[in-house]
């Protein structure tokens, strides 16, 4: 079947609907095509598709039916040409940067990405002699005057994991165009549920469909979607490299995103309000939540987001011993690093997901010994404030 135009669609009904192909068979629900390879009709046809010079399916390295249908789906949502699945959220960001840098290139990002990002940036790519430097995410001043004139890529996440810190997109991407470096937002925590980057003028997105787009936590998965050459590029990569989607896993995320609107609304709901609550407690320093009118960017993030997501964190008044007592304390709520899912989770990011870092990094990102992520999944928001005072009484 011929592929519908959904761009008149909104972003529930993309969800369910857009980049589905139906077969002969007439499924209702998308197929799941587990095969390595595929058989072509004749030596011709096989170096036509080999060469580009007829559409098909090839290799399920880089050419899989499921694959490719969650791949328009995503696309669609996120408003781009064409999305990149690949095996998971950091094979999406190697994937870009090998894809589009080179050695003697610098990469300029924003303090507080996920730890592992700042590995790769720190210790690998620089093997490659690629250079790395961050500076604070919302000082568009800051972006403007830390470019250099080997500044390639200008790498983002807003809000951020875990601090929702939140940058004007469309002005950081004015600059990027003004300065000639790509705009890569890894839009993970908010999802094109609630923010499209590539609208306010970014040229790439990195997601990790590992979390929201999954949603129950079943599946390791990433995916990199833009226009034009760029998206071209780190398909190339990908085809050759082979940092693959599968196709059981693109068939999980596809039905994730089925349900991805009206899950981030719920995310969204319930965190805000315990975030409200959270604020109250004499025991916090500070929450870190977009959603709060404390925020320092609330404005802006109801500005360019259409909702706060699931994601918050809040200081404790004391360090890492008071963080891992308020975490032991609680009963119902998972102790795992993962995100985006039906099921709560809580986490100590000083000692997990930016274990990695140095002293210093840690304290320039802002992950402090006192800092609990919490990860809002979908049950009874009244059950989740019981367990984490379950946290407040261990204190």
Partial sequence: MIDKDFSQYGVATRGVRAGQRRTQEGE??????????????SAEQAAARFSGEEPGNIYSRFTNPTVNTFERRLASLEGGERCVA???????????????????????????IFGSTTVLFNKY??????????????????????????TRMLFIETPSNPLAEVVDIK??????????????VDNTVCTAALQRPLELGADLVVVSATKYLDGQGRCVGGAVI????????????????GPSMSPFNAWVFMKGLETLRI?????????????????????????????????????????????????LAFELNGGRDEAWRFINGTELVSITANLGDAKTTITHP??????????????IAGIHQGLVRVAVGLEDVEDLQTDLQRGFDAL
């Fill in 171 to 184: 002005k950081l991407a004015e600059i990027a165009r003004r300065k000639n470096c790509i705009l890569v």
């Fill in 350 to 363: 000083a000692t997990t997901t930016h274990g990695r870092l140095s002293d210093e990094e840690r304290d």
């Fill in 125 to 150: 790519l620089s093997r490659f002699g690629i250079e790395h430097s961050s500076i604070p995410l919302s000082d568009l001043d800051r972006w403007e005057s830390s470019i250099q004139p080997n």
């Fill in 226 to 241: 833009g226009n034009g050459d760029l998206i071209e590029e780190v398909y190339g990569f990908l085809r050759t490299a």
């Fill in 263 to 311: 899950r981030m609304a719920a995310h969204s709901a319930s965190a805000l309000l315990l975030a409200k609550w959270i604020e109250r407690h004499p025991a916090v320093k500070q929450v870190f939540y977009a959603g709060l009118e404390s925020h320092p960017q609330h404005a802006l993030a109801a500005q360019q987001q259409d909702g706060f997501s699931g994601l």
């Fill in 28 to 41: 209702q629900s998308e197929p799941i095509f587990t095969t390595s390879s595929y058989i072509f009709e």
């Fill in 86 to 112: 690949t095996a998971s959220g950091m094979a999406a960001i190697t994937a870009v940067c090998s894809a589009l840098l080179k050695q003697g290139d610098h990469i300029l990002s924003s303090n507080g």
